[in-house]
């Protein structure tokens, strides 16, 4: 008997049991469903990841720690005494090395780095402008190498920097700081307020106190103060592609350094930095420049490192989705299973005069077998085109909830994993099939034929 037509026959014999059928169908359809959406979230997910990365990261700039730990999670512990690197406790009990002065000014050197820009420490005590209140502030520096959204106003182009007279502020703060909108604050001046308490030793105090001066003493307890003034040159706001709306002024690098140097004059923080972000040079792979400067002990992770961090996350997730569906599928396979016994059960009369007209059993046991597989494949069609109806529908919806941008979505559905995966269920259900058709192919064709 040829194949064709026992898969057109069991076709048949599953149009005998239709309402059967459907009900076991709908087993398989809610973990074909689930791995659907799963498979759609992910490639959706990665795609968005992808994008985040190249519309606003630049592909040839590194991040370099003097801790490599920094990138392997933070975790980390003692670390041995070296006077010239400087050593910093965080709250969680873990000491990170710093970059010195010394090392970025050894890595700019390099003749593959176009330039390294230090995160410099601003312990600026408010932001403020003519008229309106003090409000707290975190300044970094502009990051030329990430593409922004501009709200108002303009930013320079990729790796060129803003002046030192320039800052972009986030849009947070334009009502905050009195601005009528966006537009309005573009040219306005803001200024940052530091305060230092200087570094006063013993030995001066007893001195002022000796020469009885009071005014000497003053002098040397006394805050020093800074205000520096900006341009608002743009109104920075999230970015469709952005994993979280930045709440930090943005200032030059010169700017930053200078306010770092007077806030950090006479600390331990002084000409320290955790973090530095180089740019490699045009033409020269930023992996072949990590693995040197791994080499040399530095921490480097590059903008590749980073997608592959999000991927694997991504890959978890989806993962753990793909899970849940897996124990749908379990659970539709004993279905399978119940459903075929009962099927050859009800049809013993029927199989015996299939073996008695010359139908051999392996024959009757592909039969079977094939109607398990069309139950996989009807399950995993409804499945998979009802997770795709839902998933065309709910796209909008969740592009705009998430703010994930227009262009982009979270649920893509490409065919071809859709395909694998119902020809993978009918091939799951051919197994849960096996053991009801081993017994249909065993059964006695005399003693099937005398059942009532």
Do not use: C
């Amino acid at each position: 008997m040829k194949t064709t037509d026992i898969i057109r026959r069991a076709g048949r014999s599953l149009k005998h049991a239709k309402a059967r059928t459907i009900l076991t169908s709908l087993a398989i359809a809610v973990g074909a469903f689930t791995l659907t959406i799963a498979l759609a979230a992910g490639e959706g997910a990665r795609e968005y990841a992808n994008t985040l990365l190249t519309t606003n990261i630049d592909p040839q700039v590194l991040a370099i720690a003097k801790d490599p730990s920094l990138f392997q999670g933070g975790k980390t512990g003692p670390q041995e005494y070296n006077p010239d690197s400087s050593i910093v406790a965080r709250p969680n009990g873990a000491s990170v090395k710093q970059l010195t002065q010394a090392d970025i000014d050894a890595i700019a050197k390099r003749s593959d780095i176009a330039s390294i820009t230090p995160t410099y420490s601003i312990n600026a005590q408010y932001i403020t402008r003519a008229g309106q209140k003090k409000y707290t502030v975190e300044a970094t520096t502009y990051d030329s190498g990430v593409t922004q959204t501009v709200l108002a106003g303009s930013l320079p182009p990729l790796r060129t920097s803003i002046t030192n007279t320039q800052i972009a502020l986030p849009e947070a703060y334009v009502s905050l700081l009195g601005f009528a909108d966006d537009r309005a604050a573009i040219g306005q001046t803001v200024t940052i307020h530091l305060e230092r308490t200087p570094s006063v030793t013993q030995a001066q105090i007893q001195q002022a106190i000796a020469q009885n001066d009071p005014a000497a003493l003053q002098a040397l307890t006394a805050k020093q103060v800074e205000d520096a003034n900006y341009t608002v040159v743009a109104i920075v706001g999230k970015s469709a592609t952005a994993l979280t709306a930045t709440t930090n002024v943005q200032i030059s690098n010169d700017s930053a350094k200078a306010l770092s140097e007077f806030s950090t004059a006479g600390t331990p923080s002084y000409h320290q930095y955790t973090i530095a972000t180089a740019s490699v040079k045009a033409g020269i792979d930023p992996a072949v420049v990590k693995k040197a400067l791994v080499a040399e002990g530095y921490g480097v992770q590059t903008a590749k490192d980073l997608q592959s961090l999000l991927f694997t996350i991504v890959n978890t997730l989806q993962g753990i989705v793909i899970g849940f569906g897996v124990l749908a599928l379990i659970t539709s396979v004993f279905g399978i299973i119940n459903t075929q016994y009962i099927s050859v059960l009800e049809r013993t009369r029927e199989i015996g005069l299939m073996k008695a007209l010359g139908m051999r059993g392996r024959h009757v046991s592909r039969l079977f077998q094939f109607e398990a597989a069309w139950i996989g494949f009807l399950g995993g069609v409804i499945g998979s085109l009802v997770a795709i109806i839902a998933g065309l529908a709910l796209n909008p919806w969740i592009t705009s909830t998430l703010s994930l941008g227009d262009g982009n979505v979270l649920l893509i559905f490409q065919p071809i994993p859709i395909i694998l995966l119902i020809v993978v269920l009918m091939a799951i259900a051919m197994l849960a099939g096996y053991f009801p058709a081993r017994k249909a192919a065993r059964l006695d064709p005399i003693e099937a034929l005398r059942t009532e």
